[in-house]
Structure formats: structure tokens, C-alpha cells
């Protein structure tokens, strides 16, 4: 297996798309996360 192998291996095209979605995921539980916060704070305030 030489590197130019690995390079074009399309493996590699589904880890950047791996990344996004863990990263969106990410942003999306840390909004929800920050909206129940505030929603709690609001609420017993």
C-alpha cells in the first residue's frame, strides 16, 4: 500500500463529510444546550 494509494483511496472522500456531520451535530446540541439554559433561567427567574 504506498501513499499515493492511500491518497486516492475513496475512503478519504468520507471522512471530511464524517467531520462535518459530527462537528454540525456539535453546533446543534451546543444551540439547543445554550436555548434550554436560557429557557430554564427565564423560567426561575
Do not use: D, K, N
Not at 464524517?18 to 453546533?27: D, G, R, S, W
Not at 446540541?29 to 423560567?43: G, H, K, Q, T
Amino acid at each position: 500500500m504506498s501513499l499515493f494509494a492511500i491518497m486516492e483511496h475513496p475512503s478519504l472522500t468520507i471522512l471530511p463529510r464524517m467531520l462535518l456531520l459530527i462537528c454540525a451535530c456539535y453546533v446543534v446540541v451546543l444551540a439547543v444546550s445554550s436555548f434550554y439554559a436560557m429557557y430554564v433561567c427565564w423560567v426561575y427567574a
